[in-house]
Antibody, heavy 119, light 108 residues
Framework: QEQLVESGGGVVQPGRSLRLSCAGS????????MHWVRQAPGAGLEWVALISYDGNNKYYAESVKGRFTISRDNSRNTLYLQMNSLRDDDTAVYFC????????????WGRGTLVAVSS | SSEVTQDPAVSVALGQTVSITCQGDSLRYYYATWYQQKPGQAPILVIY???HRPSGIPDRFSGSRSGNTASLTITGAQAEDEADYYCISRDSSGHPVIFGGGTKLTVL
């Protein structure tokens, strides 16, 4: 059974850091590029970051560039998002999603983890 | 332009046909992908590469494109189709993923 399970969310003060994880199972993790997508309360989906299947290429939304870092450990089938200098508007549910090599669409998403930035 | 736009809300009578549209210059060059999201749940893929359905998605869902507009059509809408629908495209100017703002579909 294929799964993506996010973890690491919680309540954090503005300016602090948090690291999210996304564990993949039931599929060949390094056959997929991986993305983080977030959804603020009551809002739409916002793309956050992308990492290629081998980890050599990374891309970020302007809103997080310089503050967030995406990485992956294919030996552990795990995706990460290091979030520094958190702001109130980073409050959201963070989803990880996969894109099969050779395609361009998310074919499976995790259930998300909530990050709440609040003093 | 790096935006794709959707109508915020659309309604349809039970059993009728509805189209949800997505507009943007990038859609002239890149396929639209469509996702359905119900409250408290992760999005699920309903249409990819403009008009392909993943296994498990009912055939009442279909996709099409004309010019800079992509459409998701539900033929014979069911109560369980009530959800938010998002289109996604790409942007050659540096944005790998562009989300539309989402359309809330109400089935009356």
């Amino acid at each position: 059974q294929e799964q993506l399970v996010e973890s690491g969310g919680g309540v954090v003060q503005p300016g602090r850091s948090l690291r999210l994880s996304c564990a993949g199972s039931g599929f060949t993790f390094n056959n997929f590029a991986m993305h983080w997508v977030r959804q603020a309360p009551g809002a739409g989906l916002e793309w956050v970051a992308l990492i290629s299947y081998d980890g050599n290429n990374k891309y970020y939304a302007e809103s997080v560039k310089g503050r967030f870092t995406i990485s992956r450990d294919n030996s552990r089938n795990t995706l990460y998002l290091q979030m520094n200098s958190l702001r109130d508007d980073d409050t959201a549910v963070y989803f990880c999603a996969r894109v099969r090599f050779g395609t361009s669409h998310f074919d499976y998403w995790g259930r998300g983890t909530l990050v709440a930035v609040s003093s | 332009s790096s935006e794709v736009t959707q109508d915020p809300a659309v309604s349809v009578a039970l059993g009728q046909t509805v189209s949800i549209t997505c507009q943007g210059d990038s859609l002239r060059y890149y396929y639209a992908t469509w996702y359905q999201q119900k409250p408290g749940q992760a999005p699920i893929l309903v249409i990819y590469n403009e008009n392909h359905r993943p296994s498990g998605i009912p055939d009442r869902f279909s996709g099409s494109r004309s010019g800079n507009t992509a459409s998701l059509t539900i033929t014979g809408a069911q109560a369980e189709d009530e959800a938010d629908y998002y289109c996604i495209s790409r942007d050659s100017s540096g944005h790998p993923v562009i989300f539309g703002g989402g359309t809330k579909l109400t089935v009356l």
